[in-house]
């Protein structure tokens, strides 16, 4: 086996983890279309990485935590719905992305490969940066669970008990701007949400618990890539969505069993 | 109803007036809880009462007047609802234990503070699962496995049926006798509420009457707002509670908390 398929295995499948870890909570917290916006702002930062010349996995960073930033406060006001305001930030990063790198010259910016994803061209410098933002997102997302599921039940709740609800918060959406960032490497802009929720979907008839959950979820999401780079491999289709399909059969057997199975 | 600022006050709101865009939706209201007693906040629907709850716990900021809270306040709060995606896989064990910190002594806590509901044998079901009873049961204990100084309960029976809610009414004053816990209670069922409570807060915006029990039900201002055959139904239902029949028929009156209530 060639080492840009071992590279390519050793991100996606931190990366599957970690989409189906953070990918449970957009679930339970009916964030599909956050996710959604997010990735169109990483465009966004893609070309801010670009046009200030530093790293484009910092410019997608910083620019869907600001986004994300952004969000909690402009939903805090009650005069649009959240998903008005989401619609209105998704799709305006999304132009001003893509005038942006329509800005940067011509061949610096390969726009296919962040909008459809090219986990087969991941560099060991790559692996590195996956490795390192994905054990910090890891290690921040394991001291804010408890937190972090505390709001997700009862918000309210959570406030009353001492819970710092809006600093949880904005600690979940910064864990979840290096999730995507990491994310479009993988399966590109436009597939995120998938990597995010399909996994998780698939794992909930599965489990009692949302420590179970979002394991299984994190394990469906490996499998997925696994399976999805074989089959680009064996068929020389685009990896990208060569793993959410796979993903889609996961959830379609879950689906199936479920409905064999009634509980 | 202006209360003596006292440091042994759970809770005291002096003034309190808050704004929802340009509605006054709680006037100028004052009103405290004190270790041990439970207090009652009754009104109409759109009096107000989850406003000022709101107000109480610190979750909403009063636009007029000031809240206290006793420093290191511990409040188990039930909410009006709490509804679980059905994405989420939540066991009662999981929503129960996700109220305390982890530590060795949980699992006993835990068993201990659905058993005090009656709700011992719903550990392992899906919270998603249950019957509003049921959920409600679960809910009570989570707030009481905190041990809170303050049990703050925002409509406790809604739908429950009638034979749940008087139970769960009986439930909180087991509570509250043996936890020693301040309660504040929000309803606008007066019936149930009026049957256990030390002191009633009748609000509509502002302060209508307040005071015990039986001196409220007979206040004015108590019978305007819930109309006379309302009011009369509460005395009539009252009465079925202040004695009790002998082996012969006779009427025994009980021997009540407060002592307070004539029977006639």
Same mark, same amino acid.
């Given at each position: 086996?060639?080492?840009?398929?071992?590279?390519?295995?050793?991100?996606?499948?931190?990366?599957?983890?970690?989409?189906?870890?953070?990918?449970?909570?957009? @679930?339970?917290?009916? $964030?599909?279309?956050?996710?959604?916006?997010?990735?169109?702002?990483?465009?966004?930062?893609?070309?801010? /990485?670009?046009?200030?010349?530093?790293?484009?996995?910092?410019?997608?960073?910083?620019?869907?935590?600001?986004?994300?930033?952004?969000?909690?406060?402009?939903?805090?006001?009650?005069?649009?719905?959240?998903?008005?305001?989401?619609?209105?930030?998704?799709? =305006? *990063?999304? %132009?001003? =992305?893509?005038?942006?790198?329509?800005?940067?010259? =011509?061949?610096?910016?390969?726009?296919?490969?962040?909008?459809?994803?090219?986990?087969?061209?991941? *560099?060991?410098?790559?692996?590195?940066?996956?490795?390192?933002?994905?054990? %910090?997102?890891?290690?921040?997302?394991? $001291?804010?669970?408890?937190?972090?599921?505390?709001?997700?039940?009862?918000?309210?709740?959570?406030?009353?008990? /001492?819970?710092?609800?809006?600093?949880?918060?904005?600690?979940?959406?910064?864990?979840?701007?290096?999730?995507?960032?990491?994310?479009?490497?993988?399966?590109?802009?436009?597939?995120?949400?998938?990597?995010?929720?399909?996994?998780?979907?698939?794992?909930?008839?599965?489990?009692?618990?949302?420590?179970?959950?979002? @394991?299984?979820? %994190?394990?469906?999401?490996?499998?997925?890539?696994? =399976?999805?780079?074989?089959?680009?491999? %064996?068929?020389?289709?685009?990896?990208?969505?060569?793993?959410? @399909?796979?993903?889609?059969?996961?959830?379609?057997?879950?689906?199936?069993?479920?409905?064999?199975?009634?509980? | 109803?202006?209360?003596? &600022? &006292?440091?042994?006050?759970?809770?005291?709101?002096? !003034?309190?007036?808050?704004?929802?865009?340009?509605?006054?939706?709680?006037?100028?209201?004052?009103?405290?809880?004190?270790?041990?007693?439970?207090?009652?906040?009754?009104?109409?629907?759109?009096?107000?009462?989850?406003?000022?709850?709101?107000?109480?716990?610190?979750?909403?900021?009063?636009?007029?007047?000031?809240?206290?809270?006793?420093?290191?306040?511990?409040?188990?709060?039930?909410?009006?609802?709490?509804?679980?995606?059905?994405?989420?896989?939540?066991?009662?064990?999981?929503?129960?234990?996700?109220?305390?910190?982890?530590?060795?002594?949980?699992?006993?806590?835990? +068993?201990?503070?659905?058993?005090?509901?009656?709700?011992?044998?719903?550990?392992?079901?899906?919270?998603?699962?249950? &019957?509003?009873?049921?959920?409600?049961?679960?809910?009570?204990?989570?707030?009481?496995?905190?041990?809170?100084?303050?049990?703050?309960?925002?409509?406790?029976?809604?739908?429950?049926?009638?034979?749940? +809610?008087?139970?769960?009414?009986?439930?909180?004053?087991?509570?509250?006798?043996?936890?020693?816990?301040?309660?504040?209670?929000? &309803?606008? !069922?007066?019936?149930?509420?009026?049957?256990?409570?030390?002191?009633?807060?009748?609000?509509?915006?502002?302060?209508?009457?307040?005071?015990?029990?039986?001196?409220?039900?007979?206040?004015?201002?108590?019978?305007?707002?819930?109309?006379?055959?309302?009011?009369?139904?509460?005395?009539?239902?009252?009465?079925?509670?202040?004695?009790?029949?002998?082996?012969?028929?006779?009427?025994?009156?009980?021997?009540?908390?407060?002592?307070?209530?004539?029977?006639?």
């Amino acid at each position: 086996m060639d080492d840009f398929l071992w590279r390519a295995l050793a991100a996606g499948i931190v990366v599957a983890v970690l989409s189906g870890l953070l990918g449970s909570f957009v @679930v339970w917290r009916r $964030l599909a279309y956050f996710g959604d916006t997010l990735a169109h702002a990483a465009l966004l930062g893609v070309a801010v /990485g670009v046009i200030a010349g530093f790293d484009v996995t910092i410019g997608v960073v910083a620019v869907c935590a600001a986004v994300a930033v952004l969000l909690v406060f402009l939903s805090e006001g009650r005069r649009f719905s959240s998903d008005t305001v989401l619609g209105i930030l998704s799709h =305006g *990063t999304l %132009a001003i =992305g893509l005038l942006a790198v329509a800005a940067t010259e =011509g061949p610096r910016v390969d726009l296919a490969a962040y909008l459809f994803g090219d986990i087969l061209a991941v *560099t060991m410098d790559d692996l590195l940066a996956v490795y390192a933002l994905g054990g %910090a997102v890891l290690a921040v997302l394991a $001291l804010l669970w408890r937190p972090l599921l505390a709001v997700t039940v009862h918000e309210e709740v959570a406030r009353v008990e /001492g819970i710092p609800v809006r600093a949880v918060g904005i600690g979940f959406m910064v864990l979840m701007a290096a999730t995507v960032a990491l994310a479009m490497k993988v399966v590109g802009i436009l597939l995120v949400t998938a990597l995010l929720i399909v996994p998780a979907a698939a794992a909930r008839r599965f489990a009692r618990t949302p420590e179970a959950m979002a @394991v299984l979820a %994190a394990a469906a999401g490996a499998v997925a890539v696994v =399976g999805g780079l074989s089959g680009s491999l %064996a068929f020389d289709l685009p990896s990208g969505p060569a793993i959410v @399909v796979a993903a889609l059969v996961l959830f379609a057997v879950s689906a199936g069993v479920t409905a064999f199975k009634p509980r | 109803m202006l209360e003596v &600022s &006292s440091p042994s006050l759970l809770v005291e709101a002096n !003034d309190v007036s808050v704004d929802l865009g340009k509605n006054r939706i709680v006037s100028n209201v004052s009103m405290s809880v004190g270790p041990g007693e439970v207090v009652a906040l009754i009104g109409p629907n759109g009096a107000g009462k989850t406003s000022m709850v709101r107000v109480l716990l610190g979750l909403l900021p009063p636009n007029r007047g000031t809240v206290r809270r006793r420093p290191g306040l511990k409040v188990g709060y039930m909410p009006q609802r709490m509804t679980i995606d059905p994405a989420m896989p939540l066991t009662v064990e999981r929503l129960l234990r996700l109220a305390i910190p982890s530590g060795v002594d949980v699992a006993v806590r835990l +068993q201990a503070a659905l058993d005090e509901v009656g709700a011992g044998h719903l550990a392992k079901e899906a919270v998603q699962e249950l &019957s509003g009873g049921e959920l409600q049961r679960v809910l009570l204990a989570r707030a009481i496995i905190r041990e809170p100084d303050l049990l703050v309960l925002d409509e406790p029976v809604q739908g429950v049926d009638v034979a749940g +809610q008087v139970e769960l009414y009986a439930l909180i004053a087991r509570i509250r006798e043996r936890r020693r816990c301040g309660v504040l209670v929000v &309803s606008h !069922d007066l019936h149930l509420v009026m049957a256990a409570t030390d002191r009633v807060i009748c609000l509509n915006h502002h302060v209508c009457c307040a005071g015990h029990p039986e001196a409220v039900s007979r206040d004015p201002a108590f019978v305007a707002l819930f109309g006379p055959q309302a009011a009369a139904a509460f005395a009539i239902y009252h009465h079925h509670h202040d004695h009790h029949h002998d082996a012969h028929g006779d009427v025994v009156p009980l021997a009540t908390k407060t002592g307070t209530i004539a029977h006639g």
